[in-house]
């Protein structure tokens, strides 16, 4: 898609190329109240991928990105017990042990958690044993910086913990719309781990969950000996292509099958059915605007958020109501931003398919899928 004066927000160099362009859109974190007139303001959303470290990353940013505040899925929830109770098996919290959090809007604080099993918060500017990273790099505009600080946070012997959602993922799954204004960082296990080697980490310990289509856990520390199946991991994240400038540029393509999307609410429409959506999440706004889809195909989007009802999605007239609502309109069928929260959200909200109507996700994306009654 050709290259432009860049540098990588992580090792600085500029050879590497915009291997997604969706153009110009409204910042997602813009959810305006439902009667504030179109247009909203819109800004270019690319990612740049760098040829030298293999880090994925925004290029342009929209002006002062801020995160809505959201309710808590449940399966974030678990996936912070099972993380954490990973790193019970690797011994790392020990009684007394200190531990730092740099924080991310994403996920509540592990802070709690861990000083509950025993550990000490550091507080000040004293290096700790335990360093954690739950989706917070992602929000750091100078990468370089951000693993300069929580190598210099960590004490000696001490290790480094990172939770995030894998550029493999996104290769692997198609999900192009994971990249989103505020977010500048999407990486590899592989490429996370030379940009540590650089601050005298490296990768240690690295496992997979089916979070989000692909979260990984990571523990860093300054003498890594990689197991078997760390080392799998990272092999296999190469062999779907994150090093590969041409494995990379298959997001541009997917992101062109979101019209896919719009002709299925198009035929609905044309069939008499009402379809609303669930989840008014960061990543539904790049999706629904670079589909072109409004209110005249969704009439509107339920989120759990009382922050974000009575808003709409930006870009667009799709007002944001209540589950309630919801439940109480009837539809036919909903559609569900975020497949991983199926049984969560089904659960939750049985009217719906009490009164005949069905859940479809979007599997991988933005394939429609359709779940009966018994799945």
């Not at 670079?290 to 009802?309: C, F, R, V």
């Amino acid at each position: 898609m050709g290259t432009f004066p860049f540098r990588c927000r992580s090792c600085g160099s500029s050879a590497g190329e915009v291997v997604l362009d969706l153009g110009r859109q409204p910042s997602w974190d813009r959810m305006p109240p439902v009667a504030e007139p179109l247009p909203d303001p819109a800004h270019l959303l690319r990612m740049w991928w760098c040829r030298a470290c293999g880090l994925a990353q925004l290029v342009e940013d929209a002006d002062a990105v801020e995160e809505v505040p959201g309710i808590e899925p449940q399966a974030m929830l678990d996936q912070t017990e099972r993380s954490i109770a990973r790193m019970g098996e690797q011994e790392l919290l020990r009684p007394g042990a200190t531990v730092v959090e740099f924080g991310s809007p994403h996920g509540e604080s592990w802070l709690s958690r861990l000083v509950d099993r025993g550990l000490v918060e550091q507080i000040g500017s004293g290096p700790a044993d335990l360093v954690i990273d739950c989706y917070g790099l992602l929000h750091e505009p100078d990468q370089e910086a951000s693993l300069r600080a929580r190598a210099a946070a960590l004490a000696p012997g001490g290790t480094l913990v990172i939770q995030l959602h894998s550029f493999a993922t996104m290769l692997r799954t198609g999900q192009w719309y994971d990249l989103r204004h505020g977010h500048f960082a999407y990486w590899s296990v592989p490429a996370l781990d030379g940009a540590l080697r650089r601050h005298g980490l490296g990768v240690h310990r690295a496992w997979w969950y089916p979070l989000a289509g692909g979260t990984v856990l990571i523990t860093a520390t300054r003498t890594p000996a990689p197991d078997a199946a760390t080392r799998a991991l990272i092999e296999s994240e190469r062999a779907e292509g994150v090093c590969d400038g041409t494995q990379v540029r298959r997001l541009q393509d997917d992101a062109a099958s979101a019209v896919q999307l719009r002709d299925w609410l198009a035929a609905e429409r044309a069939a008499g059915r009402l379809v609303l959506g669930y989840g008014a999440a960061s990543r539904s706004v790049p999706l629904v605007c670079h589909a072109g889809i409004d209110a005249d195909l969704l009439q509107a989007i339920a989120d759990a958020s009382p922050a974000k009802q009575g808003k709409r999605m930006p870009g667009t007239r799709i007002p944001i109501v209540s589950p309630a609502e919801l439940v109480a309109r009837a539809p036919d069928r909903v559609l569900l931003f975020l497949a991983g929260l199926a049984d969560e959200v089904r659960g939750a909200l049985p009217g719906v398919e009490d009164a005949g109507g069905r859940w479809v996700v979007l599997d991988p994306s933005p394939t429609v899928m359709e779940l009966s009654a018994a799945s």
